[in-house]
Each structure stands twice: as structure tokens, then as C-alpha cells.
């Protein structure tokens, strides 16, 4: 059987750690995290599963960090994993019967994500989507961004079918505000430095509009009833803000912005 490194980036994650720990039992043969400086009880339950924890003193960036965790995986794969995410039972299956094989075809897995906002898990719209987690370590690296770093691995990539990566991203709806302001701001931020262009503010307006339809109607967030729409909304508003933010930084360079 291959054998597989867990890998967890967090910082004050001790209201939601544990599960993602427990759910690591018995298919991680090594679990590795990288603390940017909690100040709670998060390292404590983090040493109740693995010794093999480094505490930074800074947070240079999603990608940045999950890198340097990834540079201390001596594992044959490896899964990357948020502290507020955990394996369900068929996942963790899916994932032996992966490791099991004699070879392995793929080069990385997208494993799909089991949403859950206000204790119910949602199975359209945004959580529709199934993120690259599990991949041969040989060869892959993380994209150097602050955030949202992506997995580059060298080879196909498949779709594991059965069982979800949970995910109980929101503590409540400030901190769902939170998270949309700061990602996209760092997002703007991000684009701003690779040059990608805004086209201005009826553009954003438009990518708002066309992120809500993509959300809600194409991936059939509606049948996700009145979560589904929230977040649809909130989709859609982050991805205005986003582009909004870049156009004030086009204009703030070009020494047009005005108070």
C-alpha cells in the first residue's frame, strides 16, 4: 500500500480541529502542521495526533505555507487537508482502495466537497465543486499565492466518486463577511501584481451578475433552498468585490483615484 502524508495549515483552530485529526485515524501515515501562531488550545490537540509540528512566527500566504509543509512530507502521496475539513467514512474509503492499487494511473485526485453551513450540508451551487487534494508528492509543488494556493502536479488527474471532504468553513455569518472581504482583497491584490486587467466597474457588476447565475441556476444552487441562495449571493458579491477592488488599484497607480 502507498503511504500517504496528511498535511494541515492553521492558526486558533480548536473549535474545529479535532474532527479533521480524527478523521486522519488509521490512513495518514504521517500528519504534518504548519501553526502560524495560535493563540488557544489548537497545539495542544494538535500534539494529541502527531509530533511532527512546526509553529511559524509569520503567515506568508496560503500557498507559501502549505509549501513548506509539503517540503516536509516524506510520503509516496500526499493529502492536503483544512483544519475545518475532515473525511467522511466513504471517502477515507475511497481513498485505501487508491493507495491499494500496485499503480497508480493518476498523478493527483479531486476529491468532492460536503459543504455544511447552519449544521445541513449542502449538494449544489459552489459546493458542487471538488477540489485537487490527494496527489503523488514526487514532482508537485504549491503555487506561491497568498490566496488559495493550487496543486501543480505532472499527469492526469481524476475525480474520486464516492464519499465527500467535509467542510465547516463558517462559525457564524460575521465571520462568513470576513472571509469574503479579505479573500477578495487579497484576490485584487493578487491579480493586481500578475497585471490582470478589471475592464472597470460595469464589468464587475457583470461578473457578479454572471457568478450568481453560474451558482444558483446552472449548478442548480436553488435546490439547496434558502442556503443555496445566500450563498449564491455571497458568491456573487465577493466576485464584485474582487474586481472592483483591482479597478481601484489600477487607478490608485495610475494616480487616478480621488478621496
Known sequence: MHSLSAIIVCMNEQDRIRPCLESLKHIADEIIVFDSGSTDDTIAIVREHTDKVWVTEDWPGDGFQKQRALD????????????????????????RTILSRP????AAFKLPWGNVILGKQLKHG????????????????????????????????????????????????DHLLEKNRSYA???????????????????????????????????????????????????????????????????????????
Open 72 to 95: 516536509k512530507a516524506t510520503c509516496d502521496w500526499v493529502l492536503i487537508i483544512d483544519a475545518d475539513e475532515w473525511l467522511d467514512a466513504d471517502m477515507k474509503a475511497s481513498i
Open 103 to 106: 499503480q497508480i494511473e493518476e
Open 126 to 173: 459552489r459546493s458542487a465543486r471538488a477540489p485537487k487534494r490527494l496527489f503523488r508528492r514526487e514532482g508537485a509543488h504549491i503555487t506561491p499565492v497568498v490566496v488559495h494556493g493550487h496543486i501543480v502536479t505532472d499527469g492526469k488527474t481524476g475525480t474520486i466518486r464516492k464519499g465527500y471532504l467535509m467542510h465547516n468553513s463558517l462559525r457564524g455569518f
Open 185 to 259: 482583497w487579497e484576490t485584487s491584490r493578487k491579480y493586481f501584481a500578475q497585471k490582470t486587467r478589471s475592464y472597470g466597474i460595469p464589468f464587475s457588476i457583470v461578473r457578479a451578475v454572471w457568478t450568481f447565475f453560474l451558482i444558483y441556476v446552472l449548478r442548480l444552487g436553488f435546490l439547496d433552498g434558502q442556503r443555496g441562495l445566500m450563498m449564491a449571493v455571497m458568491f456573487a458579491q465577493a466576485s464584485f468585490n474582487k474586481y472592483a477592488g483591482l479597478w481601484y488599484l489600477e487607478q490608485s497607480r495610475d494616480g487616478k483615484a480621488t478621496r
